[in-house]
């Protein structure tokens, strides 16, 4: 692999490899994302509940959490499928990908055990694992639309 194509393909898996540890360390946890929510959702509506900041918060890291892996998932799919000469069947090279996401996912909450203002929870995993798979089934939709030449 030439250092161009490593550039192109690889390097983004992981400088997002790198964003989503970061975003597990203390620097994300709630007790420092809700510094700059909570405040903005007052500015928003000055009679929020402290309940309904709450729930948003939970909304807003939980789908956190579905579209870093997702963005991982289309980032490894698009590094092993061109970034690579592999010659692997596309079946198998989904199922590759879903695989090392949620190897991942299991890793970063195993990181954040050792974090002490974060919990692990394999909830999230579930919910990584959900993120790169509707990462994947976008990218493929994507991918076959494009390739689908009009008559």
Known sequence: MNFSRFLKYWLPVLVWIAVIFIGSSDLMSAEHTSRFLSPFLRWLKPDISADAIAKVQLFVRKAAHLAEY??????????LRRGTHLPVKMSLLLIAV??????????????????????????????????????????????????????
């Open 70 to 79: 997702a963005i991982l998932a289309i980032l490894l799919w698009r590094a």
């Open 98 to 151: 879903w695989l090392v996401c949620g190897i991942f996912a299991i890793g970063d909450e195993f990181h954040q055990s050792f974090v002490t203002s974060r919990t692990a929870s394999p909830h999230d995993v579930l919910i990584d694992i959900c993120g790169a798979t509707i990462g994947l089934v976008m990218y493929l939709m994507l991918t076959a639309r494009r390739n689908v030449r009009p008559v």
